[in-house]
């Protein structure tokens, strides 16, 4: 199948998010030490991040208009 440039950038974004990870925490997400609870909170933490990192682009659209 093959896949469109949006898909391989994906992919190649994945992977290199994967490698920095690892490097940073010698670890990946295979790790038995998290219980479901703290990979929910990991989770709940990139969330956060996410929405502020909308906020100050809506912010940045908003005083481009």
């Known amino acids: 199948v093959s896949q469109s440039r949006y898909v391989r ?4 974004k994945f992977k290199a998010r ?10 990946n ?3 038995q ?3 479901t609870l703290d990979w929910l909170n990991h ?4 969330l956060m991040d996410a929405t502020i ?3 100050v682009l809506k912010g940045k659209l908003e005083n481009d208009a």
């Not at 950038?9 to 190649?12: E, K, L, M, T």
């Not at 994967?18 to 670890?27: A, D, I, P």
């Not at 989770?43 to 990139?46: M, Y």
């Open 18 to 27: 994967s490698r920095v990870g690892y490097l940073k925490y010698n670890t």
């Open 43 to 46: 989770l709940q933490d990139e």
């Open 9 to 12: 950038s994906v992919v190649d």
């Open 33 to 35: 030490d998290l219980s």
């Open 53 to 55: 990192y909308i906020e």
């Open 29 to 31: 997400t295979t790790r």
